[in-house]
T-cell receptor, first 113, second 113 residues
């Protein structure tokens, strides 16, 4: 069954603007991860935030997690045309070898040059 | 250096045939996964193996049989292919102790005619 629901489903912005993507989920989680998928390629892991963390940064990426609202957001600052891709949130309810990612439907981000 | 590789990249076959997809990772990870991504980009886990032991078998028809000859390889054999099996299949790997996200292969696009 599907766990993460991303919002919006599609986002189009101008280069240099910030892009904010949201993800909601339904059950308790161990961690939440964001992935990027360029057209015709495999997924690339961007960032992982654990259930006891509230915010995490990696370069131009900022992720927040609100476990009380069961939601997360991914902010990409100063977007570039190369950021054009699909972005997926994935929740991990297991630990160790029982880790199991459940993906949302994805958000299509288009960054116009 | 390719971290997670899959062969073949494209597979076109007739209904009823049997086919295999191979996956290899050179990251020294102890866990490998198979995912199916449908035409709407929805990504769902099928199997996971940890140190060659089956951990997750996510209600996949038994026409699908994974095999892990060693920690670096996880192959997927599909018997009696059906039209609904058409999808992109991704292999991934991770090191569960590190809990740092999964590394995905480039995908195998399977088309069943």
């Amino acid at each position: 069954s599907q766990q993460g629901e991303e919002d919006p489903q599609a986002l189009s912005i101008q280069e240099g603007e910030n892009a904010t993507m949201n993800c909601s989920y339904k059950t308790s989680i161990n961690n939440l991860q964001w992935y990027r998928q360029n057209s015709g390629r495999g997924l690339v892991h961007l960032i992982l935030i654990r259930s006891n963390e509230r915010e995490k940064h990696s370069g131009r990426l900022r992720v927040t997690l609100d476990t009380s609202k069961k939601s997360s957001s991914l902010l990409i600052t100063a977007s570039r045309a190369a950021d054009t891709a699909s972005y997926f949130c994935a929740t991990d309810e297991g630990t160790g070898a029982n880790s199991k990612l459940t993906f949302g439907k994805g958000i299509t981000l288009s960054v116009r040059p | 250096d390719t971290a997670v590789s899959q062969t073949p990249k494209y597979l076109v076959t007739q209904m009823g045939n049997d086919k295999s997809i191979k996956c290899e990772q050179n990251l020294g990870h102890d866990t490998m996964y198979w995912y199916k991504q449908d035409s709407k980009k929805f990504l769902k886990i099928m199997f996971s193996y940890n140190n060659k032991e089956l951990i997750i078998n996510e209600t996949v028809p038994n026409r699908f049989s994974p095999k892990s000859p060693d920690k670096a390889h996880l192959n997927l054999h599909i018997n009696s292919l059906e039209l609904g099996d058409s999808a992109v299949y991704f292999c991934a790997s991770s090191q569960v102790v590190k809990a740092g996200g999964q590394f995905f292969g480039p995908g195998t696009r399977l088309t069943v005619l």
